[in-house]
């Protein structure tokens, strides 16, 4: 019974010093989150399509013989990422690993249930 005692002593004092904590750190939060979740405007999009246009151009030209080691390895890296988080997009969509539940008739499987 006092091990109970003790958890539940314990757990309240770390939900009030989250409280207390979030409570001072709540508007740095917020006024971060609405500037970076916001939805891009118009002329960002145009600006964005603009640099990328310029990125091509320039990777025509061979600008990309110019980029040092580690900016290349950065730009790998980063690229692998995205790859990563596309397929585990696509896996946590179709909640399966291997493909698309596909009906057809007189099959051999099982019906999967996704409740």
């Known amino acids: 019974m006092a091990f109970v005692g003790r958890m539940a002593v314990r757990m309240s004092n770390g939900v009030s010093r989250t409280s207390n904590y979030m409570g001072k750190k709540w508007p740095i939060v917020k006024k971060y ?3 970076e979740l916001a939805p891009p405007t118009p002329a960002e999009v145009g600006k964005a399509f603009g640099e ?3 990125l091509i151009g320039k990777a025509k030209k ?3 013989k110019d980029l040092t080691v580690f900016q290349a390895t950065l730009n790998t890296v980063v690229m692998f990422e995205v790859i990563l988080w596309f397929f585990v997009g696509e896996c946590i969509g179709k ?3 291997v493909g698309y539940p596909v009906k057809v008739p007189n ?3 099982k019906e999967i249930s996704y409740t």
């Open 33 to 35: 989150a609405v500037v």
């Open 52 to 54: 990328f246009a310029s």
């Open 62 to 64: 061979g600008g990309w």
């Open 95 to 97: 909640r399966s690993y």
């Open 107 to 109: 099959a051999v499987h």
